[in-house]
């Protein structure tokens, strides 16, 4: 079993940006066999789904309300994949989670359900 790592978070003003990564660690597990995922979740809310993107970046999603202000993106031959944050928002403010599932099952991130591993989170606050 592997786990997840995600890092980059923190306190930002509005307007500004962030770049979030997703590290496999504990394991020699190839991630490019992966979809992945980043989810979030803001206090007294339900966790919402971010973006997704295929095990070779050549296919994603990003929800409504961070199209054209974030974008996913990855490095397989590290084991690494990111999410970059601009244009950030107050209510954008969340911990981040990363996830993964098998390469087969893009649409499992999409609809937010069936994912296999989670990272713990990062929290990200945007504030003045």
């Known amino acids: 079993q592997f786990q997840l790592a995600e890092s980059g978070g923190g306190l930002v003003q509005p307007g500004g940006s962030l770049r979030l990564s997703c590290v496999v660690s504990?394991?020699?597990?190839?991630?490019?066999?992966?979809?992945i995922g980043w989810f979030r979740q803001a206090p007294g809310k339900e966790r919402e789904g971010v973006s997704c993107?295929?095990?070779?970046?050549?296919?994603?999603y990003y929800a409504d309300n961070v199209k054209g202000r974030f974008t996913a993106s990855r490095d397989n031959a590290n084991n690494t994949a990111y999410l970059q944050m601009n244009s950030l928002k107050p209510e954008d403010t969340a911990v981040y989670y990363c996830?993964?599932?098998?390469?087969?099952?893009?649409?499992?991130?999409?609809?937010?359900?069936?994912?296999?591993?989670w990272g713990k989170g990062t929290l990200v606050t945007v504030s003045s």
């Open positions: 996830a993964a599932v098998d390469f087969r099952f893009f649409n499992r991130c999409v609809l937010s359900a069936g994912m296999d591993y």
């Open positions: 504990r394991s020699t597990l190839d991630l490019s066999y992966y979809t």
């Open positions: 993107i295929s095990e070779k970046g050549d296919n994603k």
